[in-house]
């Protein structure tokens, strides 16, 4: 017989999403058991940046991230020789602060910190598939090493593979987008700067006198003698799947100014690629048993590519939901109404935001709307705080100014996810 190990919940992948329900988890009195594959410090291809949505997320985590690059905001290039200069905003709901962490060290340190709660964490387990009892609902999961994990319930946080997802039937839905992007590190004299910058246009040459790359770039300073640089690409680009994309990066990098290093010689370790699950695209988050959180759920924002604060928000939101129902009791009707609510709670909140961002990713696939917004729209007053606002998702509950206002509005406008 394989050896059994029971707990209150059973965390598979131990990303931002998993660590932020177990800390949660942890912080409501209940037994955790998290399974990672990897060994940490283990590296992750990402941006490695943090909007003030994440921050708000790491403090209410209790996580101590004095010591790391701060950024104040966004510089945007985008269709003039010179840039947007677009400071985080100043709400009553998130700081005015955003960071930039590698996320070998971010994910250490949030693995730690669910440790340090009295998570058990175990690392080099590989999950092979969720172990279903005779009505087909889960109860716990199966390991490479054969040992067995039980619990009432058991989270899915284990990123865009969505291995225990698609174990139950949960596919992709197809009409949701799907975007692509790669990354690099290189040594640079920009790693101390104290913004993040997006560019709206790529061109392997002069602006306007070279050719013009479909996809949205970035540089964001790593305080560390390091810029991680990097560029994405959804399926609304006709130039997606049919592209070689580390050549993109690099045709993009070569037309930069020598100075900033983001030359073959000033590059650190290899190009890394991943998927960004966008939008929604793996619903419903809750069935049998089983919680989906993170990129497994497809929670990554389709106006900015940016998914570790949905990871963290959605693990306290299903944290919520999981504390309720074994309150209630384990396998009771209030038990399972209290987790197929999670579903509806994770749409209140982000259902009408992601679903204009898939409206707004099908609009600027098409690169002559792209252009004519950034070269037209995008200077009008207020604008790009506006869109600035919108796509970081930056907006005071209760609206505060006049760009929460307009937001909400538009929101209000949109159906949901
Ligand atoms: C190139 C690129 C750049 C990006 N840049 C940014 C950015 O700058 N800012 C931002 O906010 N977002 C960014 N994202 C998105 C962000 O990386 C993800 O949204 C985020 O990592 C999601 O966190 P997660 O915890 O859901 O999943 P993950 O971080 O993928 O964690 C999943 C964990 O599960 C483990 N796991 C998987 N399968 C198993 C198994 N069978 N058994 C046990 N463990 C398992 C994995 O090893 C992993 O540790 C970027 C993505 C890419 C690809």
């Known amino acids: 017989m394989a050896e059994s190990a029971e707990s209150d919940v059973v965390v598979v992948g131990a990303g931002p999403a998993g660590c932020a329900v177990a800390c949660h988890l942890r912080a409501a009195g209940l ?15 990402c941006g490695d940046g943090l909007t003030p949505r994440a921050v708000r997320e790491l403090d209410l985590l209790g996580l101590d991230f004095s010591s790391w690059k701060r950024n104040v905001g966004l510089r945007i290039w985008a269709g003039r020789p010179y840039p947007y200069l677009l400071p985080w905003p100043e709400l009553k709901d998130f700081p005015p602060l955003g960071l930039t962490r590698r996320r070998a060290d971010l994910d250490q340190s ?7 709660l009295g998570a058990t964490v175990l690392q080099g387990v590989a999950v092979t598939g969720p172990i279903l009892d005779a009505s087909g609902r889960v109860i716990g999961v199966r390991a490479k090493d ?7 319930v058991t989270v899915a946080a284990d990123g865009g593979s969505a291995r ?97 290093g983001f030359t073959p ?62 309150a209630a009791g384990a396998g009771s009707a209030a038990a399972e109404r209290a987790l197929a609510a999670y579903p509806r709670s994770l749409r209140a909140r982000w259902g009408r935001h992601f679903q204009l961002g898939n409206g707004f990713l099908r609009l600027i696939g098409r690169p002559e709307i792209m252009r004519l917004s950034s070269r037209w729209l ?7 705080t506006l869109v600035h606002r919108a ?3 930056l907006t005071d509950q209760r609206p505060g100014d006049v760009y929460d206002y307009l937001i909400h509005a538009l929101r209000r406008l949109t159906p949901s996810a």
């Open 265 to 326: 010689d000033g590059q650190e370790g290899e190009i890394g690629s991943g998927a960004l699950p966008l939008g929604f695209n793996r619903p419903p988050e809750y069935s049998r048993g089983l919680v989906l959180v993170g990129d497994a759920a497809g929670l990554v924002s389709p106006f900015n590519g940016e998914g570790v604060s949905y990871a963290l928000e959605s693990g306290r939101l299903a944290a919520g939901h999981i504390a309720d129902a074994l």
């Open 110 to 116: 949030l693995a730690d910190h669910a440790l340090g």
């Open 164 to 260: 225990l997802a698609l174990a139950l039937g949960l596919e992709r839905r197809p009409d949701r987008p799907l975007g692509v992007a790669v990354r690099a590190y290189f040594q640079s004299p920009r790693s101390d700067e104290d913004w993040i910058e997006s560019w709206l246009e790529l061109w392997d040459g002069p602006p306007g006198r070279s050719h013009l790359l479909p996809g949205y770039g970035w540089v964001f300073p790593l305080g560390d003698g390091r810029c991680n640089v990097g560029l994405g690409l959804t399926d609304t680009s006709p130039a997606f799947g049919r592209t070689d994309y580390r050549q993109l990066l690099r045709r993009w990098l070569a037309s930069t100014p020598p100075q900033w």
């Open 391 to 393: 796509l970081a998702n």
């Open 378 to 384: 995008l200077p009008l007053p207020g604008v790009a």
């Open 31 to 45: 037994a955790v058991t998290v399974l990672e594959k990897a060994v940490f410090p283990r590296e992750k291809v």
């Open 146 to 152: 054969g040992r067995r994990f039980l619990a009432p």
